[in-house]
T-cell receptor, first 113, second 114 residues
Framework: GQQVMQIPQYQHVQEGEDFTTYCNSS?????IQWYKQRPGGHPVFLIQ?????EVKKQKRLTFQFGEAKKNSSLHITATQTTDVGTYFCAGSRSGGSNYKLTFGKGTLLTVNP | GAVVSQHPSRVICKSGTSVKIECRSL??????MFWYRQFPKQSLMLMAT?????????EQGVEKDKFLINHASLTLSTLTVTSAHPEDSSFYICSARGLGTEAFFGQGTRLTVV
């Protein structure tokens, strides 16, 4: 079945440093979504990428979708303590029933003030 | 974004009893609802997908007789953990999708079986 691999599993940075998490799918995706889960909270939708090579920005966050639509990345510039949490990518496959999302294992980001 | 309400947020039950968890879409009609289970510091594992008015589709390895899912209306889905055991203790999260592909998550339910 479809697998979505995400690295790294953990990342600890000093406040102000940049952070990147990478996501790779075993199959071509119709779209990829990114979610953030704060400790003790539930996943919150951040963004969806649909087009090959798409790049989207949200303030300090930059999301990319690979040309082959099999990989994606999330980059945070100049991290802040409010960025702490687990970032999940979730891929949806073309023709998949009900647009079922397959989640990566997530990257836990901790930020040292 | 759209709001999905999940209730209860926490529940403690005795081994052998059943627990029902509700998931409601408050301001949109959810054509599809998903139920996930999340172990501590791990990812979300899809348990089942349900469409309003039809039987849920369960993922491989998930016992449909143990995790009963009902999607009676476009705004409500329920997950009932039957004859719960300590190994069923986990964080259960629902998500709902309307006309788009974006999923909106409920707040989650932390189930503890003692």
């Amino acid at each position: 079945g479809q697998q979505v691999m995400q690295i790294p599993q953990y990342q600890h940075v000093q406040e102000g440093e940049d952070f990147t998490t990478y996501c790779n799918s075993s199959t071509t995706l119709s779209n990829i979504q990114w979610y953030k889960q704060r400790p003790g909270g539930h996943p919150v939708f951040l963004i969806q990428l649909v087009k090959s090579g798409e790049v989207k920005k949200q303030k300090r966050l930059t999301f990319q979708f690979g040309e082959a639509k099999k990989n994606s990345s999330l980059h945070i510039t100049a991290t802040q303590t409010t960025d702490v949490g687990t970032y999940f990518c979730a891929g949806s496959r073309s023709g998949g029933s009900n647009y079922k999302l397959t989640f990566g294992k997530g990257t836990l980001l901790t930020v040292n003030p | 974004g759209a709001v999905v309400s999940q209730h209860p947020s926490r529940v403690i039950c005795k081994s052998g009893t059943s627990v029902k968890i509700e998931c409601r879409s408050l301001d949109f009609q959810a054509t599809t609802m998903f139920w996930y289970r999340q172990f501590p510091k791990q990812s979300l594992m899809l348990m089942a997908t349900s469409n309003e008015g039809s039987k849920a589709t369960y993922e491989q390895g998930v016992e449909k007789d143990k995790f009963l899912i009902n999607h009676a209306s476009l705004t409500l889905s329920t997950l009932t953990v039957t004859s719960a055991h300590p190994e069923d203790s986990s964080f259960y999260i629902c998500s709902a999708r309307g006309l788009g592909t974006e999923a909106f998550f409920g707040q989650g339910t932390r189930l503890t079986v003692v």
